[in-house]
């Protein structure tokens, strides 16, 4: 299929080419650390940084307070 399909329903949206890029790209190597996330452990520091990171974005996003 050569045309770009776009989805209009009720879940998963069409992302930007950009953000499907980057994700292409870090799939390999997550931020230069020679391995995908799906490779790393859960338990590893850099799976750990992800998952920090994440969890912060998420409260932010959801304005959920530290208490």
């Known amino acids: 299929m050569s045309e770009k399909v776009f989805n209009f329903a009720a879940g998963p949206a069409v992302l930007p080419i950009t953000v499907l890029e980057k994700a292409k790209n870090e799939m390999s190597d997550w931020h230069g650390s020679g391995m995908s996330v799906m490779e790393m452990s859960h338990r ?8 920090s ?15």
């Open 53 to 67: 990171e994440a969890k912060e974005r998420l409260k932010k996003l959801l304005s959920v307070p530290d208490s």
């Open 44 to 51: 590893g520091k850099a799976f750990g940084e992800i998952f």
